[in-house]
């Protein structure tokens, strides 16, 4: 019973390496295709293959179609706006500041008093890694996008918590709706460079890591955690986009920087731990 409390969680962290892990592949792609290309890449191929697979037009779903309908939209602007973002500042950076939205959307539904701890220290890694940025590479542009992509992961947080019991096929509908949204500019920015199969073959992985399997996680942690664990669980992203960002960009932090990441993984395993022990009470 004890492992399957840990699934959720489980699924959570590990939709998080996935997404992160995407994001910084995703970067490869800017001088080729632009920020808006990549994510018409990401989403019009994601929502290809989760129509394929899950067909969801063979079976009535009980979600309600205003509902799903802003999770489409919600998707669509989340890319859209984290990838202008990444064409300003790292994509730690970036990650740093988005998540702020999670937690926003943790400090709104918490009733316990321990989850503002953890809160707080995310917080106080967002000062560190703006502090540290000995280099001058944070650009108010990026920030500015950072913030509304925000706004709206920490919508996705509440409004994919509605359309759980979807499952695969409300991930499916709902990438669907995100690609009619994100596709038009992407093709409008890249042109026919969208296309060439190298592009497309970079695009496929970015699809994988960064939707298809995130998302499908994402579905299945958003049905058995609440909206505040969830969403502090996710301030662990920094983290993890740090790493990748230095494994596949070559970007690097400072010392201040890595201690705000530091912060931000203390917030994370304090959430894990203390929620675990709610839920097997």
């Known amino acids: 019973m004890s492992s399957n409390r840990n699934l959720p969680f489980i699924a959570a962290f590990a939709g998080m390496i996935s997404v992160q892990s995407g994001a910084a592949f995703a ?7 632009g920020s808006d290309g990549v994510a018409a890449l990401r989403l019009g191929i994601s929502a290809i293959v989760l129509l394929a697979i899950f067909r969801p037009w063979n079976r009535r779903s009980d979600i309600p179609w205003p509902s ?6 919600i998707l669509a602007l989340m890319n859209l706006l984290i990838y ?9 950076i970036a990650i740093s500041i988005e998540v702020m939205g999670p937690l926003l959307a943790a400090l709104l539904t918490s009733r316990q008093k321990s989850d503002f701890l953890w809160i707080t220290l995310s917080a106080l890694a967002m000062v560190l890694l703006a502090a540290g940025d000995v280099k001058g590479e944070i ?4 920030v500015g996008f950072s913030l509304a992509a925000a ?6 947080v509440i409004i994919g918590r509605r359309v759980s019991g979807g499952g695969g096929r409300s991930v499916a509908i709902g990438m669907t709706i995100a690609a009619v949204i994100a596709v038009p500019p992407g093709v409008i920015q890249a042109g026919t460079a969208l296309f060439s199969p190298g592009v497309l073959l970079v695009g496929f992985s970015v699809a994988v890591l960064s939707s298809m399997l995130p998302f499908l996680l994402d579905m299945y942690a958003m049905r058995w955690l609440p909206s505040r664990v969830f969403g502090v669980l996710l301030s662990g992203s920094p983290a993890v986009s740090a790493i990748a960002g230095w494994l596949v960009l070559h970007e690097t932090l400072s010392l201040i920087q890595c201690a705000g990441i530091a912060c931000v993984m203390a917030a994370c395993a304090g959430c894990a731990l203390f929620s675990r022990q709610r839920t097997a009470s």
């Open 151 to 156: 706004m709206f992961w920490g919508l996705y």
């Open 84 to 92: 202008r973002a990444f064409s300003y500042i790292p994509v730690s």
């Open 139 to 142: 650009d108010l542009r990026g």
């Open 68 to 73: 799903m309908m802003l999770y489409g939209v």
């Open 27 to 33: 970067k490869t792609l800017f001088p080729l295709v």
